[in-house]
């Protein structure tokens, strides 16, 4: 009696030692790929959206500096033409600046900051982040 006691037991620990069949770690395998590609995509899209926030960020940031020089240059040269084209501001940051009258005694200046991701050295229209303008009204 004993004795088969003892032999059921051992039977019953071999079978709990088999690990497990191919067939289980194959579909195991698939349903975690199946749990992971959702969220390797979702990593993806968002570094790619804080990718576009730092680039805009990092625009504003220049067209305000670059409006603010601008205002303060107008102070003592109130008639220099402050316009110019693909003026590169580093890290391949480009700046467009348009220059235009409105009377005699005001204008208006545009700031046009983007990435050039084409590295063309050339602001496309589609690589335009932020544009900021301001009036410039004459000191007298």
């Known amino acids: ?42 990593m993806t899209g968002s570094y790619i959206a804080s990718q576009n926030i730092k680039r805009k960020t990092n625009s504003l940031v220049m067209a305000q500096a670059r409006i603010e020089n601008i205002t303060a240059s107008s102070v003592y040269s109130y008639s220099q033409n402050f316009s110019e084209s693909d003026t590169s501001l580093g890290d391949s940051y480009l700046c467009d600046v348009s220059d235009s009258s409105v009377t005699q005694d005001l204008r208006k200046i545009v700031v046009t900051v983007g990435f050039d991701s084409d590295h063309d050295n050339s602001l496309d229209q589609d690589e335009q982040l932020i544009s900021l303008s301001t009036l410039l009204a004459k000191r007298i």
């Open 1 to 42: 009696m004993y004795r088969g006691l003892i032999h059921n037991s051992i039977a019953r620990q071999s079978r709990c030692r088999r690990g497990f069949t191919l067939t289980e770690v194959i579909v195991a395998s698939t349903l975690l790929l199946l749990a992971i590609i959702p969220i390797l995509r979702a």
